[in-house]
């Protein structure tokens, strides 16, 4: 199936833990993204990656790493989690970064810091 | 800095009515919006995008519409069914390929 796929679906785990999500893209696209949805369901942008490089780096604690091996992977690390850092993460990707395409999310990630 | 704002914030209809989501935006400088399903746990869909310089798209019963200068967006979708219960999420796209999401407007249709 060509999707976009994460690796866990659900973490828990405990405070100053640090943990890794993997992000992978069969679609061929560019660009891949990372986001987070919080208690309230709002998501926000974390990251955003152009073939390897990063070209978004929202306002996150420097905890948040993320790391592109390829341009099909895009996996976030964080370390010493924090109780705030429980969300669902989500990584999405696009053919290219502008106007012209759409977005395509993955699953989703839950993450529950204990 | 852009604020993307849903109205309403959830919705109940009985099976077949049509029914209008809305979605403003702050800034009007934007490269297109997009429109999103998300179901519970799940990822997201992407239902419809339109770019800057469309008025609408359309996608079966689906219908979005975009004025740009005022900075709406309106998603109507026609015959409602209860597989179509969800949230609908709007996003739009500035420089740099950032989206900037709304917090959705969660609707249920009623058999």
């Known amino acids: 199936d060509t999707a976009v796929s994460q690796t866990p679906k659900y973490l828990v785990t405990q405070m100053g833990n640090d943990k890794s999500i993997k992000c992978e893209q069969n679609?061929?696209?560019?660009?891949m993204y990372w986001y987070k949805q919080d208690s309230k369901k709002f998501l926000k942008i974390m990251f955003s990656y152009n073939n390897k490089e990063l070209i978004i780096n929202e306002t996150v604690p420097n905890r948040f790493s993320p790391k592109s091996p390829d341009k099909a992977h895009l996996n976030l690390h964080i370390n010493s989690l924090e109780l705030g850092d429980s969300a669902v993460y989500f990584c999405?990707?696009?053919?290219?970064?502008?106007?012209?395409?759409?977005?395509?999310f993955g699953p989703g990630t839950r993450l529950t810091v204990t | 800095k852009q604020e993307v704002t849903q109205i309403p914030a959830a919705l109940s209809v009985p099976e077949g009515e049509n029914l209008v989501l809305n979605c403003s935006f702050t800034d009007s400088a934007i490269y297109n919006l997009q429109w999103f399903r998300q179901d519970p746990g799940k990822g997201l869909t992407s239902l419809l995008l339109?770019?800057?310089?469309?008025r609408e798209q359309t996608s079966g019963r689906l219908n979005a519409s975009l004025d740009k200068s005022s900075g709406r967006s309106t998603l109507y979708i026609a015959a409602s069914q209860p597989g179509d219960s969800a949230t609908y999420l709007c996003a739009v796209e500035t420089s740099g390929s950032r989206l900037t999401f709304g917090e959705g407007t969660q609707l249920t249709v009623n058999p």
């Open positions: 999405a990707s696009s053919p290219s970064g502008g106007a012209t395409y759409e977005q395509y």
């Open positions: 679609l061929g696209h560019d660009t």
């Open positions: 339109i770019q800057s310089s469309q």
